[in-house]
């Protein structure tokens, strides 16, 4: 498996923006498809976006579609969620995953490896 290391939550404005990281080790992770997932209090853990290993396909929960962006760089094993237009309902533990099947997967049983999660607060 993967290890997987994530940085870059904190607290932040309603509307402001946080660029979270993940960070692998001892694997590439252009083998596997990346995926960020979040869980808030009191829910389950839901999908938030995932990327395929090349990087050229991407999908994203509705809810934001047109405010994060997903994105990795293979050569310094690491995938990115960029997150703009930060609503309160944005706070939660974000997750980064690993999963070796060939396609995006939006499912959380179908990821391999988890970080640790990173904690990100949007205020109002």
């Known amino acids: 498996q993967v290890r997987l290391v994530e940085s870059g939550g904190g607290l932040v404005q309603a509307g402001g923006s946080l660029r979270l990281s993940c960070v692998a080790s001892?694997?590439?992770?252009?083998?596997?498809?990346m995926g960020w997932f979040r869980q808030s209090p009191g829910k389950e853990r839901e999908f938030v976006a995932a990327?395929?290993?090349?990087?050229?396909?991407?999908s994203y929960w509705d809810s934001v579609k047109g405010r994060f962006t997903i994105s990795r760089d293979n050569a310094k094993n690491t995938a990115f969620l960029q997150m703009n237009s930060l609503k309160p309902e944005d706070t939660a533990v974000y997750y980064c995953?690993?999963?070796?099947?060939?396609?995006?997967?939006?499912?959380?049983?179908?990821?391999?490896?988890w970080g640790q999660g990173t904690q990100v607060t949007v205020s109002s």
């Open positions: 995953a690993a999963s070796a099947r060939v396609n995006l997967r939006k499912s959380i049983n179908e990821y391999d490896s």
């Open positions: 001892g694997r590439t992770i252009s083998n596997y498809v």
């Open positions: 990327i395929n290993r090349g990087g050229g396909g991407t």
